[in-house]
């Protein structure tokens, strides 16, 4: 091995400790901010029920109909705000062996996360999914895949593009399938899509699809993708499919 190739490695060496040094930060980062909104949540609880009480009380005077019905409204806003803090609290907890979750509530709680995000870039969502779709999982791992799925598919988006979410049953697997409209993934960069910091956003570090394809395998299933940079039709789709043995599905059609 020539001088030249030594300093070569050893500056690629450098740069992937950079980079893993960077990553460790960054979890680190978001370990402490998982725990702070924890602390806070528990502290919107007290207020949130004070609230919830006043509205309760409000309701027994003589009111005009039309403020019951905002009222009602209200409630009915709490409650939501509610169930939301629970479940985040719920998935904040680290869990020993799989429970038994609605992967549509996960879903749904990854795509609550980015829907300022959908917003904003007004593109089109349309969603495909059961009532109820239960099976044993990791609840809050799991919902880091969807999450980092979607948030890819938003990131691919142009202004006005169209993101496609369904969950679906073919025996003896479910299906959870996230289809953006974007530019698709490029050729040079396709045969290391899960590999650890591989990523064409200036500020991401990388790691999301690797983290997630490790989460899939712990959980007995796979992730595939297809892509298509053509001009007429552009896009990617990733799917995370788990086994019936691999996991205990119920679906509700």
């Known amino acids: 091995m020539t001088v030249e190739t030594q300093n070569e490695a050893v500056l690629e060496l450098q740069r992937r400790l950079e980079r893993t040094e960077h990553a460790l930060e960054c979890a680190e980062r978001r370990a402490i901010a998982g725990r702070f909104g924890a602390e806070m949540i528990h502290e919107i609880n007290n207020p949130l029920e004070a609230v919830a009480n006043l509205a309760f009380l409000m309701k027994s005077e003589q009111l005009p109909e039309r403020a019951v019905h905002y009222l009602e409204?209200?409630?009915?806003?709490?409650?939501?705000?509610?169930?939301?803090?629970?479940?985040?609290?719920?998935?904040?907890?680290?869990v020993e062996r799989p429970l038994k979750s609605d992967l549509v509530q996960l879903a749904q709680i990854a795509i609550r996360t980015y829907s300022r995000d959908i917003t904003a870039k007004n593109i089109r969502l349309e969603l495909d999914l059961p009532p109820l779709a239960e099976c044993e999982v990791y609840p809050g791992e799991l919902t880091q895949v969807f999450s980092n799925l979607i948030s890819n598919a938003v990131d691919a988006s142009e202004q006005g593009g169209r993101l496609q979410i369904r969950i679906r049953l073919r025996s003896p697997s479910f299906h959870f399938v996230v289809c953006d409209s974007g530019c698709g993934i490029p050729a040079e960069m396709r045969n290391s899509v899960f590999d650890a910091f591989t990523t064409s956003k200036e500020s991401g570090n990388g790691l999301g699809l690797w983290i997630s394809r490790r989460i899939v395998e712990k959980h007995g299933g796979r992730i595939r993708w297809r892509t298509s940079t053509h001009a007429e039709r552009h896009g990617t789709a990733f799917r995370v499919s788990l086994n019936h043995s691999s996991a205990a599905v119920e679906m509700v059609h």
């Not at 409204?73 to 680290?94: A, D, K, S, W």
């Open 73 to 94: 409204m209200m409630e009915e806003q709490i409650q939501r705000i509610n169930l939301i803090t629970r479940q985040t609290l719920g998935f904040n907890r680290t």
